[in-house]
């Protein structure tokens, strides 16, 4: 959700003034920006057998509709995984949930972005959110989705409708580390991971990446800047799954946001610059799609046309 909207409705406040069926994508080369062919159905067998896929969903107030579209194109993506052919066999796959907030202190500057100030002071704000912790809902019995779970497209569309009361503040990149990393050592996400597995990671957010780990800081500006050395750089969460998985062609990632400011169906969309880089840095088994279509069939043909070329290309284990 847009910081600087955020200002808007304090002032607005203040003054008393009361917001097809085909599925197409690419041909699974990494770091482009989406459009290509149609699904290719099951071919040759693939290096890898199993899938570990991780999806970060934006929570925040503006969310509502995309959440829905995830749900209902949902069904498709999941088909072309059953019949997905890994390794001589059926991929194994398993999908976990989590979203783009975690609990942050921080003051937000009425001023920002505005050539005038306002009449209003600093706002103190304080928002909860799930710090990387998979959700268990809708009926699951682990923290995760199986491809053996009866019910796998129904189970995922129920738990992906996540809200939109998480913070304003989208972290997806460090709460991706938090729910492979920190949840995993404390025990709250254990048992998601397989170290033979591809893991697959899908960023769903209309704002840029805002990571950062420090509390109680000033949000003066509606951008969260690349160069602002308070955030977190995308080479940061790079680093972390490279060490993680043991090598880059370990891992691959889709992320479907805002290749610039734009508006959709969905509502209004900022410019993701930070998550852009993320998927420029990370290089083939990366693609960036636009949440700005207004449908997101073809970012999730994107995602698994993606996630195909990084599985018959999986690095092997050291």
């Not at 099951?42 to 995830?70: H, T, W, Y």
């Not at 796959?93 to 009425?110: E, F, H, K, Q």
């Not at 505005?114 to 909860?128: A, G, H, R, V």
Request: with cysteine.
């Amino acid at each position: 959700m847009n910081r600087f909207c955020i200002a808007c409705a304090l002032l607005l406040a203040a003054c008393g003034v009361s917001k097809d069926d085909g599925f197409t994508g690419n041909d699974g080369g990494g770091g482009g920006d989406g459009g290509g062919g149609e699904f290719a159905d099951a071919g040759e067998p693939e290096v890898c057998s199993k899938m570990d896929i991780l999806f970060v969903i934006d929570d925040s107030g503006s969310m509502s509709e995309e959440q829905s579209n995830l749900g209902q194109n949902f069904p498709r993506f999941i088909s072309v995984l059953d019949n997905f052919m890994a390794d001589g066999g059926l991929l194994d796959y398993r999908i976990a949930i989590t979203t783009t907030g975690r609990d942050v202190d921080y003051t937000l500057d009425p001023n920002m972005g505005l050539p005038f100030p306002l009449p209003i002071p600093p706002i103190p704000m304080s928002e909860d959110g799930d710090n990387g912790v998979m959700r268990k809902e809708c009926g699951m019995t682990e923290r995760w989705i199986d491809r053996t779970d009866s019910n796998v497209s129904s189970t995922f569309s129920c738990v992906a409708d996540v809200g939109i009361g998480g913070p304003t503040l989208e972290m997806p990149l460090y709460t991706t580390q938090l729910a492979l990393g920190d949840r995993m050592n404390d025990g709250t996400n254990s048992g998601f991971l397989r170290e033979d597995s591809l893991l697959a990671v899908v960023i769903l957010t209309d704002e840029d990446d805002c990571s950062r780990t420090d509390n109680g800081f000033t949000i003066v500006s509606d951008r969260c800047g690349s160069s602002n050395p308070d955030f977190l750089p995308p080479s940061n969460t790079i680093d972390f799954l490279d060490s993680l998985t043991g090598a880059r062609g370990r891992w691959a990632t889709a992320v479907i946001a805002g290749p610039s400011s734009c508006t959709s169906s969905f509502g209004d969309a900022s410019h993701a610059e930070n998550l852009q880089q993320f998927v420029a840095e990370t290089g083939e088994n990366a693609v960036f799609s636009s949440i700005c279509d207004g449908d997101l069939t073809t970012a999730l043909a994107d995602a698994v046309g993606t996630f195909d070329a990084a599985c018959r290309g999986l690095d092997p284990i050291d």
